[in-house]
Antibody, heavy 116, light 110 residues
Framework: EIQLQESGPGLVKPSQSLSLTCSVTGYTITSGYDWSWIRKFPGNKMEWMGYISYSGSTNYNPSLKSRISITRDTSKNQFFLQLNSVTTEDTATYYC?????????WGQGVMVTVSS | DIVLTQSPVLAVSLGQRATISCRASQSVSISSINLMHWYQQKPGQQPKLLIY???NLASGIPARFSGSGSGTDFTLTIDPVQADDIAAYYCQQSRESPLTFGSGTKLEIK
């Protein structure tokens, strides 16, 4: 069974970087598909942030392009999100998901609060 | 970006049909492929894929869920509605990057 699990700090200070890990079991991230980060804001708006493909190429939402980086560690079957210069507007629940055209497997999500 | 518009709330009686709509600001279809997908999200849980490419039932999803539509207008139908279906429903397009989501429709019981 394919499972994804997010991990990372639940509290980040403004102007710092947010770093999250998505650990994947049951499927090797280099075998295929794209591996996405999505976030859901308080008030329920959902935003796709970007993905890293099975080959290692990336595609980011232009609204975040200057602040976001998605990387991976293939030896650990993990991929990562880094979001720089965060503000309180980055407070959200962050999800990782597999993307073979639709987002078919999701992690449980991690709530991140940006606050001093 | 492609904007997806959904009504915020839909109230239906148990056992009746629920029809949730999603309208795109431009076509999300390529030839006969409709790149619209539907998700269910219950409080405290992650979203779950229900329907992919407008009308294809995702694995393990009950047949009371169905999807239709093309171009800019899409519909998710739940028939009959059960108590377990109380949730928020989101449409999402993959026609072009960035992927975008609708604002969600909250299904309530009348």
């Amino acid at each position: 069974e394919i499972q994804l699990q997010e991990s990372g700090p639940g509290l980040v200070k403004p102007s710092q970087s947010l770093s999250l890990t998505c650990s994947v079991t049951g499927y090797t991230i280099t075998s295929g598909y794209d591996w996405s980060w999505i976030r859901k804001f308080p008030g329920n708006k959902m935003e796709w942030m970007g993905y890293i493909s099975y080959s290692g190429s990336t595609n980011y939402n232009p609204s975040l392009k200057s602040r976001i980086s998605i990387t991976r560690d293939t030896s650990k079957n993990q991929f990562f999100l880094q979001l720089n210069s965060v503000t309180t507007e980055d407070t959200a629940t962050y999800y990782c998901a597999r993307y073979p055209g639709a987002l078919d497997y999701w992690g449980q999500g991690v709530m991140v609060t940006v606050s001093s | 970006d492609i904007v997806l518009t959904q009504s915020p709330v839909l109230a239906v009686s148990l056992g009746q049909r629920a029809t949730i709509s999603c309208r795109a600001s431009q076509s999300v279809s390529i030839s006969s492929i409709n790149l619209m997908h539907w998700y269910q999200q219950k409080p405290g849980q992650q979203p779950k894929l229900l329907i992919y490419r407008a009308s294809n039932l995702a694995s393990g999803i009950p047949a009371r869920f169905s999807g239709s539509g093309s171009g800019t207008d899409f519909t998710l139908t739940i028939d009959p509605v059960q108590a377990d279906d109380i949730a928020a429903y989101y449409c999402q397009q993959s026609r072009e990057s960035p992927l975008t989501f609708g604002s969600g429709t909250k299904l309530e019981i009348k």
